[in-house]
């Protein structure tokens, strides 16, 4: 272990999984890269202009969801590998795609002008299958970022309101049936709900804060141009964006603000979208480089 690296989170003793995983987007590519950032390993990579969104691991980190340049929305193996389009056909770029805890959704943005939330079933269907959880109702507003609930029966997100002459920003949560919308954190985005949903993680004023599940008891945990929170799978460390001097690499921070600590920079390419893929069962392979 290096010095000031992050604690590992690595499989039960006596199973026959690989470690929890880094995940990030190297440029137009996805890398995957050891829980303190090195061991730095290529994941899935595009030609430009056509790139990737940030990965989703399934619950058992065997899959990844992800938008994949003309492709749209698929779900690929550990190698890589399309196993399956979920939807065709973004008409506009999407960013965050994120699969359930119970592994049967997976919650994304419409895309474009007053894009919507939906889901849509992680085995397929394509647009036939979406279900529109919640649609601003006019083109100047929209939404984006969503994260579930422990339970997979909620969804929060950023939605960014146009109110003339100025437009409304906040995390909101939904209910997979479109009941129950409400505001949970005002001036806010980019929600992350922790693991055991218990705590949620978000940015305000290029802020990561962390409050209770309900928005209550808010508590700034790093503070920078920051941006993307992402839970590790235990709890123990949010990853996150954060820019210095044009320039963007993927950090870390302990839920209570202590131990921050750069995980990914490198002079060839912006660090960014982090997630974190859950202990695997490992299938060998060569590891191919990262960019």
Same mark, same amino acid.
Request: charge should be neutral; proline fraction near 11%; aromatic fraction near 10%.
């Given at each position: 272990m290096i010095a000031g690296a992050a604690t590992a989170e690595p499989a039960r003793k006596g199973s026959a999984l690989a470690p929890v995983r880094l995940t990030f987007r190297a440029g137009s590519s996805i890398c995957t890269a050891h829980v303190d950032g090195t061991q730095r390993s290529g994941f899935v990579r595009m030609r430009p202009?056509? &790139?990737? #969104?940030?990965?989703?691991?399934?619950?058992? /980190?065997?899959? &990844?969801?992800?938008?994949?340049?003309?492709? $749209?929305l698929v779900v690929v193996d550990q190698r890589s590998r399309v196993l399956r389009h979920v939807i065709r056909h973004f008409s506009y770029g999407s960013e965050d795609?994120?699969?359930?805890?119970? $592994?049967?959704?997976?919650?994304?943005?419409?895309?474009?002008?007053?894009?919507?939330i939906g889901i849509v079933p992680a085995r397929g269907g394509g647009w036939a299958a979406w279900r529109e959880v919640w649609s601003p109702g006019d083109l100047e507003s929209g939404a984006d970022s969503p994260t579930w609930t422990a339970d997979s029966r909620h969804v929060a997100f950023a939605a960014h309101l146009f109110r003339p002459p100025s437009v409304e920003h906040g995390v909101y949560t939904v209910g997979i049936d479109g009941s129950g919308f409400r505001l949970l954190?005002?001036?806010?985005?980019?929600?992350?709900?922790?693991?055991?949903?218990?705590?949620?993680?978000?940015?305000? &004023? /290029?802020?990561?804060?962390?409050?209770?599940?309900?928005?209550?008891?808010?508590r700034r945990v790093a503070n920078g141009a920051d941006a993307r929170p992402a839970w #590790?799978?235990? $709890?123990?460390?949010? &990853?996150?964006?954060?820019?210095?001097?044009?320039h963007t690499s993927i950090y870390a921070v302990k839920p209570d603000g202590s131990g921050e600590r750069v995980l990914v920079s490198s002079p060839r390419y912006n660090a960014t979208m982090p997630s974190w893929r859950p202990p695997a069962p490992f299938h060998g392979g060569r590891r191919r480089p990262c960019p």
């Open positions: 202009p056509w &790139a990737v #969104s940030r990965a989703s691991w399934s619950p058992g /980190g065997k899959y &990844a969801a992800l938008l994949r340049g003309k492709s $749209g795609p994120v699969w359930s805890p119970d $592994g049967r959704w997976i919650a994304v943005e419409g895309g474009g002008h007053g894009s919507p954190v005002p001036d806010a985005v980019m929600p992350a709900y922790s693991p055991d949903g218990l705590q949620l993680a978000y940015v305000r &004023a /290029g802020d990561i804060w962390v409050s209770d599940a309900d928005g209550t008891n808010p #590790s799978p235990r $709890g123990r460390l949010i &990853a996150f964006e954060r820019i210095v001097d044009g």
